[in-house]
């Protein structure tokens, strides 16, 4: 018999059915004698829809009365899902997240979990009861409600599986666990068994939005060792934990391409300090994030930089840098929307050399220019042009025989 935590997204309590399916799904855990604690998200577009009434009232509504709304969305589904637990039969008591003990800081829209106590959601499983938990919730020492940043439920149901000390936290979702790359860019993508926090965490960020980073961060953090699998099927999904079977011997275990790209290039930068400081600071200071940065060797007094930014955000970052530039005695800033990021990730790269070359000339012999290049110890990334992102992903998914995984 174990304590076991899962995890509904939108897309699986979507509409009533769907709840119900969540809920027969509980029920056959529950029937095998497990004890278990349920996460659930808002239906799949409420949080939008919410945020979107918000703005027809105002551009920038109060953080703690977006608070308010917004956890309307989970609230919804907890009642549902304890409601249809009870129609077959399955003992159930649905939990706010202040209910269930979540207790946060008071950065409203995007808290951070400061302690749960756990006591109240122990003492009904206990009794035999399942719980069922608002994702994305949690309340402040002043008893204010807080949600913690889009994606959030995620983050509770790590959260609680480490509180409660659950034997497995299992993340259902729409899709079948992590791939080796998108399955509907590469059609001979593999379904990895296992993954370790590390790389998830990469390919979290690369754009393979299968869970909210700052879940897997805490995960890590507490060592919950969890598994990613759809509500759809019964296929056994991806377990996601610290170290993983012959790690070293697979060198790249993903390859991702992240399309929310821009690039920004500075030409005739006065040579001399402070220019990029003043540049990053000016973005910075603009809530612009910066990934990449390439400077050339400056050259009678001038020098070129470049660097990549969220699509988004391009125009903002144009915007906040010419009358900087103009402060710092000249430049031009030009802005390149067509670009894409591409980029291999595996564990194993620590421990091998090559792996870099190897990628390259995949690109090369498919004449796929590299525009900027960038690298950490487990993770190479090119920016190159948009168009040819797909072939690219999947010459470098063939070229690290991930389709042999
Ligand atoms: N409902 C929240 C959101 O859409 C939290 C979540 O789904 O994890 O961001
Ligand atoms: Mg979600």
Not at 338 to 347: E, H, P, R
Request: charged content about 25%; proline content about 2%.
């Amino acid at each position: 018999m174990a304590l076991i935590v899962q995890k509904y997204g939108g897309t699986s309590v979507g509409d009533v059915d769907r709840i119900k399916n969540v809920a027969a799904r509980i029920k056959a855990r529950c029937d095998e004698g497990h004890r278990l604690a349920v996460v659930v998200s808002a239906r799949s577009g409420v949080t939008n829809e919410l945020i979107a009434r918000a703005k027809t009232i105002m551009p920038f509504p109060d953080d703690r009365e977006m608070d308010m709304l917004l956890a309307v969305g989970e609230q919804e589904t907890i009642a549902l899902t304890a409601m249809a637990l009870h129609a077959l039969g399955v003992p159930a008591v649905s939990y706010t997240g202040g209910q269930a003990g979540i207790f946060t800081d008071k950065m409203h829209t995007k808290a951070k979990i400061k302690k749960i106590n756990a006591r109240p959601l122990q003492q009904d499983l206990n009794a035999g009861k399942v719980v069922i938990v608002a994702g994305f919730q949690g309340i402040n020492d002043d008893g204010h409600i807080t949600t913690l940043g889009r994606g959030g439920s995620d983050l509770t149901a790590i959260a609680i599986a480490a509180a409660i000390k659950a034997d497995l936290c299992e993340i259902y979702t729409d899709v079948d666990g992590v791939y080796t790359a998108d399955p509907r860019l590469v059609k001979d993508a593999r379904k990895l068994a296992e993954i370790s926090y590390d790389e998830m965490l990469e390919l979290a960020s690369l754009g393979s939005k299968v869970m909210q980073s700052r879940s897997v961060e805490f995960a890590k953090k507490y060592g919950v060792v969890f598994e990613v699998r759809s509500s759809f099927n019964q296929n056994p999904g991806t377990i996601v934990k610290e170290e993983v079977a012959y790690m070293e011997k697979v060198v790249v275990r993903g390859v991702a391409l992240d399309k929310n790209q821009a690039k920004v290039v500075v030409n005739n930068l006065v040579d001399k300090p402070g220019s990029a400081a003043k540049i990053f600071k000016t973005l910075a200071d603009a809530n612009v994030n910066v990934d990449m940065i390439v400077q050339n060797v400056g050259r009678g007094g001038v020098a070129n930089l470049t660097f990549t930014v969220g699509r988004d955000e391009a125009r903002k970052a144009e915007h906040a840098l010419k009358p900087v530039l103009a402060e710092l005695g000249g430049g031009e800033v030009t802005v390149w929307e067509n670009v894409a990021k591409l980029s291999v990730v595996g564990v194993g790269m620590k421990t091998h050399a090559g792996v870099a070359a190897h990628l390259f000339q995949a690109l090369a012999s498919h004449k796929i220019n590299i525009e900027m290049i960038s690298t950490s110890e487990i993770k190479i990334s090119v920016i190159i042009d948009e168009k040819r992102g797909e072939e690219a992903t999947r010459a470098a998914h063939t070229a690290f025989a991930l389709d042999k995984m």
